[in-house]
């Protein structure tokens, strides 16, 4: 059944999908209600880095005369863009004076895709800039305006939580899709490294920087990986909760989890084993204890090659943060960082091998519940699996004593988005039905 | 002393660098000379997809009127681009109608840094459909217009071969650079793999894509590396041959060189030893013998990814093989692709360390001269090195029975990439001196 009109804005993509299937919904109702939630919460979330209401109006006209039978997949979804992907509609400006007026026009491979689908590029979100640093822009987590939504895709995770948009994409170098959707009580899905094409979005590190999907379901996220052609190699099983194997993780990082983090992994540990499945604490070979400095290694010494141009020619319209990067990375030795990359890539089908006993491996999406201010928070429970590429999502459902939400990461091997995507589909709806955390929104 | 004024375009961009300074050269007498060479040479070697000399005029006029203080290190430098680098002034068409009338505006980090070193960007140099085929644009071999130049950075050997430009900018995703500035008689390098920012050039596969450097001279290769910030962790010695261990290198793919390839390195070998240099032949351990196999398998699954986009909205305007890398990537197995990029992760240290144990390693360039008509060559002996992230200088000298040019690759460890320029300013004059053959252009 339909929401009252003014609350369209509430529904999923795929339940709008469906209502427009049914003909009880136009695209153009859909978002208006979209814009007037927007227009009243917007001043006070900050998602937007740009939305142009007459172009998404007209858009929207212009799909609902489109005829039922030439409507692709993903026909009339608002999709909001992270403001490091190029669009050719809309100016492209990674939250950095040097891009603004930019007049770079072209649409992102993944926004070709998109489009192709149906979808409504909806607008540009929010992003720390460049995508690179740890100072979120002005983006506020719509659930304590005090509070960030984590980065550096703030505006994509808050916009979607905040029921602004169905879906948004962002991009993850470091934990930039897990962390703010963690914070912001959203789904994100970080595909396996390389499964979806980086053309058009900016470079911060190219053997890490990852598109991911944030959505307010875990059908929305099938919906994404579907048009991505995110595909295993064996068509996966659906998953039974009773005879799976999970695997719970704390990693080398753990004395950097905070109480709420601890408690909520105990709580799903908990909660999936009084459902029937078998769960086991699992520990990796020391060889991983390194694997945080490694990422960061190999990012801040590809931020200085990628952000070496800004450097020579706008280094004084630079974050400080950045020009330390390239200072400092041309300083690194590159035995130090070929080291790290080596490393790294060594241990990729290990971790691979280990993820491949367990149905999937639970550990934290975040240190705790987000944190007060515009530091976006510390990824240090996201690099792992963004070095080792394999495919992450986080899932909402648990919360921390200040009321805030906190997210779950589950973990499967590379090439296996559409097993995890099954996990998901279990886990996530009791998550959220049994984790104590429910959206005020 | 500079040569006559009809043959300005024979100076390499280190002899123009010395003449702007002595001030008995202007920028605009030294481009008016190369614009007269590519108006008599273009119609038969067809190396440029974009040139306008009225913009090339006007911005040597201004290099012209910037003060001796105020001049890059690339002052004045034409230098031609790629037509898969984005660049802000010019159209960027990659060699595929789907880019015809592209309004596509941006300049790539590697043309923000020479822009900001005061090289005049020159124009765009004709291109394999997206880097990304074996069969090359018109561009002809100057050295006989019934021969390929090689591909995919046809224009750029060839201009730089034929005195349109003193340098010019490739890609190199299997062979790309090597393979045609060996078929063109010139230097090719591709640096370090991660070393050159990849921000703005075309994707085909980002964990193979390399931008390298066409040149006519050693010293040439220098100043762009050096623009380009490669650097080593030790400042490297200048080299003595006679003090020198060379590695001779067959690999697995021996069986695919034709007489003029086998000659040329017997040759090289034999004037290296006459010299007082110590060389030996190596094998490499057999987990090398498959990764041709490996690079192909990495290149056409990640080409599979970066032009599924294409694929979905212009399928009619794509060539045969795109469609097929898209169609049958998509079929391969993921387990293949890993096993592919996995196994090639785990021979790089395993290559730094053999190559370490030599002053430079000599391997082939090519199989053997340019075949007749438009098929770019078989990049067997280049994949290797692209794989392994290496960098690669090739050097020319020597020439097969059809009068060809034959280039000899010399490759050290990663991130040695002075260290082989060191090697190159000793090998490259050598060879070219006593190899056989020279250009007749």
Redesign the interface.
Known sequence: MLPRESELYRLTASEVTNHLRLGDLTVEAYVRSLLSRIEAREPLVKAWAYVDPALIISQAQQLDQVPPHLRGLLHGIPIGVKDVIYTIDMPTKHNSPIHEGS????DA??V??LR?AGALIFGKTATAQFAAIHDGPATRNPHDLTRTPGGSSSGSAAAVADFHIPIALGTQTAGSIVRPAAFCGVYGMKPTW??????GV??VS??LDTIGIFARSVEDLQLMADIF?C???IIPQSIDIKTSRFGILKTAMWKHAQPATVKSLEAAAQLLESQGASVKEITLPSDFNDLHLWQQQTMYT?IA??H??NY??AKDKLPASLIGHVENG?RH???T??NAM?SI??L??VI?EILSRYTAVLTPSTTGEAPVGFYTGYPVFNTFWTALHTPVINLPGFGGQEGLPVGLSIVTS??RDQHLLKVAKELGPLFQSRGGWQSSL
């Open positions: 007049e770079t026009r072209l491979a993944v070709t895709i192709k390389g499964a979806v094409s980086l053309e900016k470079l190219g053997i052609q595909r295993d190699d590809d090659v990628t070496y141009s020579l020619t041309q030795t590159h035995s960082k070929l080596d890539a060594r990729r089908p691979d590379r090439y």
